[in-house]
Structure formats: C-alpha cells, structure tokens
Nanobody, 125 residues
Framework: QVQLVESGGGLVQAGGSLRLSCAAT????????MGWFRQAPGKEREFVAA????????YYADSVKGRFTISRVNAKNTVDLQMNSLKPEDTAVYYC??????????????????WGQGTQVTVSS
C-alpha cells in the first residue's frame, strides 16, 4: 500500500516556474514507476510525465517536453516535477500516481493504482 501527498502548487505568471513534490509512504515505493497527470476543468485527466522505478528513464507528453522535468529520490520516497516556461494552458489540478506493475503503457492512467489528492496549478497570462 502506498499513500501519496502532493505539494508545491500555486499561482504563477506565464513564463514562470513551479516545482511540485510528491511524498510517498510505504516500503515498496522504490519498486514502483511513478507518474504525474493533470486535469483541467471539463477535460479528461491526461498524462504529463512518468519515471521508471530506478529513475533511469523518463517520459513526457509532447505538450510539456523540454519544459518539464520529472525526477525521484528513492531514499527519500519523493518524486518531483520541475515545471518551467509555464503557459496558461498548463493550468490544472496535478496528480501524482504510482504504478506497482511498472507497465510499459506509462501514459495510461488506468495502470496507476495509487493517487494523491492533487494540487492546483494556475498560470495567469
């Protein structure tokens, strides 16, 4: 069992940066692939980024590639999302998620069993 708690959301102007952090409880965190998803009002929850259990590989949605960076520190049970050059269209609730099976379909929210409560990110123009 893993519990996830996100932090670091807020209001920022376009072009600014935010760093989201996800703290996990549970001894098996280091075995899980981790992902970040986001959901804007009236839209489906969408994939943002994912990282393998070892941190050796990371994957990004095309819309954030080159601007966002996902990282993890297994010794601290944390996974972060550094967001740079933020745009108004990045406004959403951001969720941290854990995939215990480390599926190759890292972009599918259905592969993630554990979710945080979400943190709001608002980018003003």
């Amino acid at each position: 069992q893993v519990q996830l708690v996100e932090s670091g959301g807020g209001l920022v102007q376009a072009g600014g940066s935010l760093r989201l952090s996800c703290a996990a409880t549970g001894r098996t965190f280091r075995n899980y692939a981790m992902g970040w998803f986001r959901q804007a009002p009236g839209k489906e929850r969408e994939f943002v980024a994912a990282i393998t259990w070892s941190g050796s590989s990371a994957y990004y949605a095309d819309s954030v590639k080159g601007r966002f960076t996902i990282s993890r520190v297994n010794a601290k049970n944390t996974v972060d999302l550094q967001m740079n050059s933020l745009k108004p269209e990045d406004t959403a609730v951001y969720y941290c998620a854990a995939d215990p099976r480390a599926s190759s379909s890292y972009f599918s929210r259905y592969n993630y069993d554990y979710w945080g409560q979400g943190t709001q990110v608002t980018v003003s123009s």
